[in-house]
């Protein structure tokens, strides 16, 4: 019975070597997997590099090898546990089939242990009644002797029977039983060598899968010839089969050459924001038209839009560069009296242009707009003084 319960405790064992060859397999699977990328890095330069493509696709064929035997080896390990989870099943109804066999055991024992104490008992009063006879003692002690050897007698004669009884139903109970663990042992160990053998195969067949990538490798190498190398390394780098024809001689077109001689207008040097800007600031200065009553007409709408535009912008150096506006009023003098229109008019523009103010400039760099409203305005009283 112990030695069926070694037996499950194989079966276990045997799971843990097949799960450790699982994981040995799998970590070589990996390590090939990661030898296979590195092929992926080494350099693709020269006539050698077509080699690396071969050994890439081996090595990963390999791994794929390895990794199919770690999928088959865990499959084996789940039938192994299947297999433990069986036996105990089996072991506990073994256990009380052969309960009764226990008691047949234990029986024999103790009939045993007292035949041989009623056999001593036996021998010792039948000496005893012997010698009392040989050393004349008296008839009642030679009686009394007699009487107890008789019931030792009859003592070991009765447990002589129950051992033979016993030793019967023993012997019956013990060969069922030994028969039984007979076929137990044997199906485990038939068992057990059946998985060992799947585990021999799976690895056989593996390893011959793995003998294949290896004579597909010295094929491969093999039709891999040095001229070939030297062809593929041409192919890629050359330029094309066809060499070109000879260059002939042109004569110069010196009519396309001249054309091609003539001066470029270049664009100004400078940033597009500040091109913009003097465009803008040239814009400016143009006189502005005047209606009727001296008042300035105001710029069209799109106008006004693309000057706010360009004041807001964020690339205007500063506020000095912006142009200074004037707004100049001119009032005519009522035709009341004609003989005094032509003294009032030059009185009033006097006033008038008197009362002109220009703000001060902040930047210490002239404005153009100031200084040119400033002679515009001094060649207007020039005019009224000599009017």
Known sequence: ????????????????????????????????????????NYTQLGTFSPVWDVFKSSTEKLASCHLELVR?????IKEVQKYGDEQIKAHKKTKEEVAGTLEAVQNIQSITQALHKSKENYNTKCVEQERLKKEGATQREI????????????????????????KSDFEQKMTETTQKFQDIEETHVLRMKEIIESLSNTVKEIHLQIGQVHEELIKNMANITVESLIQKFAESKGTGKERPGLIEFEECNTA??????????RKPFGLSGIIKKEKDAESVYNIPDVDDEGYSIKPEKEQR???????????????DDEPRKFHVEIKPVQPNNSSQYSMASLDELKVSIGNITLSPAISTRPNRLSIESINSLKFLLNVINFT
């Open 72 to 76: 088959k080896l865990q499959e084996l």
């Open 143 to 166: 009686d009394k002797a007699a009487v107890k050897s008789k019931k030792a007698t009859d003592t070991y004669k009765l447990y002589v029977e129950k051992y033979a009884a016993a």
């Open 1 to 40: 019975y112990h030695n069926m319960k070694h037996g499950h405790i194989s079966t276990k064992e045997l799971a843990d070597f097949i799960r450790e060859r699982a994981t040995i397999e799998e970590a070589y699977s990996r390590s090939m997997t990661k030898l296979a990328k590195s092929a992926s």
């Open 256 to 265: 396309s050459v001249i054309e091609g001689l003539k001066p470029r207008r």
């Open 305 to 319: 839009t693309k000057e706010n535009h360009f004041y807001s912008s964020s690339d205007s150096d500063s506020e």
